[in-house]
C-alpha cells in the first residue's frame, strides 16, 4: 500500500471552506481542543485504540488528522495506517500553522 500524501493547512481551508464533507480527527487533548479547534473529532491521541472500533466505516475513505504541530497526528496517521486504514493525511504544522497562517477564529 502507499502512504497517502499529507495535507496543507492551505489545501484543508479551501476545501473546507468551499463546503465538502471531510472527516477530520483531531487528536490534541480536550483542553487544547476547547481554547482552539477546526470543528473536527476530538479523539485524543491515547485514546485512539478504543475509538477504532467505531471508525470501521473510514477505513477507504480520506482521513485527515491533526494536532497542534505535527507530530502526534504523525504517530495517530501511522498507528491508523497500520491497522488498515487506507487514506490518511497528516495535517503539516497542525493547528499552530493554522493560526498563524489564518488567525484564531474559528
Known sequence: YRIMEDITVQELKERMDKGEKLNI???RQPYEFEEFNIGAKLIPLDTLPEAMADMGSLKDKEVIVHCRSGARSATAKAYLSQNGFTKVRNLIG???EWQS?????S
Open 25 to 27: 480527527i483531531d487528536v
Open 94 to 96: 497542525g493547528m499552530m
Open 101 to 105: 497562517r489564518f488567525g484564531s477564529a
